[in-house]
């Protein structure tokens, strides 16, 4: 039975593909800013990027939420768990940059770390739920890497090089997280 007939809505399959876009995007920007500013750091703003780099999160998060809602009959439990706190740490990290280039206050980017602890973790429930429920054949451990990769920069960031290397594998990863969802917006029946 679809979720049309169940009563529920279900997006535009333009809306879902817009979604993907977004995550691919975001990846884009985000690799793009590591490699084109790779010396950045607070306080900032430092250059115009920054101050819209907050909106890098938000994009991501629209990937996150379209690949959710093109995999959601499947995804239950741990995927839905994974789906919540993703989102939660995206947004952190979103308010975390946005009120570190608004306030300029260092504290304020201790949310966005938080925030990528807690996207990491969701990201690894996700992926874990991804492979048991074998959603992306062939591409199963694309969430639970994104998940993996996402705390390193800040675990492993001492060193500018490996923080540079970390961080375009999170940006690449998140553009191929943005094509698989594009491609599962195309099987969508809509």
């Known amino acids: 039975m679809s979720a049309a007939a169940k009563g529920r809505t279900v997006p535009p399959r333009n809306l879902l593909r817009a979604s993907g876009a977004a995550a691919s995007l975001g990846g884009v920007l985000w690799t793009a800013k590591v490699v084109l500013d790779p010396n950045d750091a607070p306080p900032w703003p430092n250059d115009p990027f920054d101050a819209l780099f907050f909106l890098v999160p938000l994009l991501l998060a629209a990937g996150l939420f379209g690949f959710f809602t093109i995999y959601k009959e499947r995804l239950k439990g741990l995927g839905q768990s994974g789906f919540t706190q993703g989102i939660v740490g995206l947004g952190l990290l979103a308010g975390g940059f946005f009120g570190a280039y ?17 996207l990491a973790f969701g990201l690894v429930l996700l992926g874990y739920a991804a492979i048991t429920e074998d959603v992306l054949p062939r591409w199963n451990w694309l969430p639970i890497a994104l998940g993996a990769v996402a705390p390193l920069g800040i675990l492993i960031g001492s060193e500018a090089w490996i923080r540079i290397v970390i961080s375009v594998f999170f940006g ?16 969508t029946k809509n």
Do not use: K, Q
């Open 102 to 118: 608004t306030l300029g206050e260092e504290p304020i980017l201790r949310a966005a770390s938080f925030g990528f602890f807690i």
């Open 172 to 187: 690449v990863g998140w553009v191929l997280f943005g094509v698989l969802v594009w491609r599962g917006a195309e099987e």
